[in-house]
């Protein structure tokens, strides 16, 4: 396993921008401050599992682009699956479409 952010547990992925989030790990090197997923792991890495329908509700398929359920976990086996994403506090002011 590649020892990259992206490998991490810890790494939560920013939803809008595919390749940038950021570290979740309360003593994480520059905790919250968005990285790109290729970046180097610091020392507080741990290997991301594969996500288990037990885990939670809702999980983030990084190569679809969007949330599912664990019901739909065996349709994204071979892909990049999150347990959760990055959330900016002023999130609700951006937008992706014009007029």
């Not at 992925?13 to 940038?20: A, E, K, N, V």
């Not at 037990?54 to 398929?61: A, F, I, K, N």
């Not at 359920?69 to 699956?81: G, K, N």
């Amino acid at each position: 396993m590649k020892r990259i952010c992206a490998c991490c547990k810890y790494w939560s992925p920013y939803p809008l921008i595919r390749g940038m989030g950021a570290c979740t790990h309360p003593r994480g090197r520059e905790s919250s401050k968005p990285g790109y997923s290729s970046d180097p792991a610091c020392i507080l890495f741990e290997p991301r599992e594969k996500p288990k329908e037990t885990w939670r509700e809702l999980y983030w398929c990084e190569d679809c682009g969007h949330m599912f359920t664990a019901d739909e976990l065996c349709i994204h086996v071979s892909h990049s699956v999150y347990l959760k994403v990055l959330v900016l506090p002023d999130e609700h002011e951006r937008t992706v479409a014009a007029d």
